[in-house]
């Protein structure tokens, strides 16, 4: 692939959008301090809108997954 035909500005555009490569698990995200802000300001977001609070889970019980999109 060759970014020969783009503009200049358009192919600064492409290589930073093209270069980025986001964290695929927990432990990669939580060494990055914009995605530890990220996660603290989303779960900030769920508490204060009553939509998620912390429980201990009961013995033999499984918790439900969840993922951020």
Known sequence: MTYDKFSPKHRAFLTVVTSYVEPGHFSHAVNNR??????????????ENNTWEYAVLLSGKTALGSKWV
């Open 34 to 47: 914009n995605w530890r802000d990220a996660m603290a300001k989303e779960i900030r977001s769920l508490e």
